[in-house]
C-alpha cells in the first residue's frame, strides 16, 4: 500500500492586527496510529510531494498573503520538486508562497553556496525564502550570512530550548536576531508560542509575528474527495 500524506495548516499570527498573516504547511504521513510526522521527509516521493503540494496550494490560494512550505536540502535540489514549488506560486498569486529551508540531513551534503543559484530562481519567480530555526543547530549567523541577502525572513524556535523563553541565554538570543531581522529587513517569526506567558513574554521583546499552539494548532488540510472522517 503507497503511503499517504497530507498537509496541516498551521497559522501564523500578527498581534498588531489580531489577524492571521500567513500559513506553514506541515506534511504528515498517515500510519496506523493516526498522523504522524515522516521518518524522513527527503525520502518522500518527488512525484508524491509534487502532486501533493499543487493541490494543496490551489486550495489555499486568495486566503492569506503568504503560504510557507518546508523544504529541505535536498530537496531544493529535486527538479521536480523546484518545478512544483513555481507552479505552486502561480496558483497562489497574489499570495506569496514562502521556501522555508530546513536543515533535515538528508543523504549527501549541500553546502550553502551550493544552494544560493536555486534559492535566487525561487526569488526571480516571485516567490520569498525563510530561514527555519535560526540560532540552533547550524543555522547560526556565520553559517547562514551568505543566504540572508536572499531571504526574507528568518524564523527563530522556542520548542527547539528545553527551558522557556524566561531563560538568559534564550533571551540574548532573541535579541541578536531581532537586531539581525532589522539590520537585512527580514519578518522575525517566534515559534513555539505554547501559553499566554509565551505570549506576554514575546511582546517585551517587541515581536508580533507569532507561531505556536497558543495561536493556533496544525489542522488537517482535505483533499477535494477525502471523506469527512479522513484520517480520524
Known amino acids: 500500500m503507497e503511503p499517504v500524506y497530507r498537509y496541516f495548516v498551521q497559522p501564523q499570527f500578527d498581534i498588531r492586527t489580531h489577524t492571521v498573516f500567513g500559513y506553514e504547511l506541515l506534511i504528515k504521513q ?3 496510529e493516526g498522523w504522524r510526522l515522516p521518518k524522513s521527509f527527503s525520502s518522500i516521493d518527488s512525484n508524491v510531494m509534487s502532486k501533493l503540494l499543487m493541490e494543496t496550494t490551489k486550495i489555499l490560494g486568495l486566503k492569506v498573503q503568504y503560504c510557507s512550505v518546508n523544504v529541505s536540502r535536498e530537496q531544493l535540489m529535486d527538479t521536480m520538486i523546484a518545478k512544483a514549488i513555481i507552479q505552486s506560486q502561480i496558483q497562489l498569486y497574489p499570495a506569496k508562497l514562502v521556501v522555508e529551508l530546513t536543515e533535515e540531513d538528508g543523504p549527501r551534503s549541500y553546502p550553502d ?3 544560493i ?13 525563510s530561514l527555519d530555526d535560526v540560532g540552533t543547530g547550524i543555522n547560526d549567523f556565520k553559517s547562514i ?11 527563530f524556535a522556542l520548542q527547539n530550548f528545553k527551558t522557556g523563553i524566561e531563560n538568559p541565554i534564550i533571551q540574548q538570543k532573541l535579541h541578536f536576531w531581532h537586531a539581525i531581522s532589522r539590520e537585512y529587513g527580514l519578518r522575525l517569526i517566534l515559534e513555539g508560542i505554547e501559553d499566554a506567558r509565551d505570549s506576554k513574554l514575546s511582546s517585551s521583546f517587541g515581536i ?3 507561531q505556536g ?3 493556533g494548532k496544525p489542522q488537517l488540510l482535505r483533499l477535494p474527495g477525502d471523506p469527512v472522517d479522513f484520517g480520524y
Do not use: C
Not at 150 to 155: D, F, G, Q, R, T
Open 145 to 155: 550570512q551568505e543566504i540572508l541577502p536572499l531571504a526574507s525572513e528568518v524564523k
Open 213 to 215: 499552539y497558543y495561536y
Open 30 to 32: 498517515l500510519t496506523s
Open 117 to 129: 543559484p536555486h534559492l535566487r530562481n525561487f526569488v526571480e519567480h516571485g516567490m520569498q525564502i
Open 208 to 210: 508580533n509575528l507569532r
Open 113 to 115: 553556496t551550493g544552494l
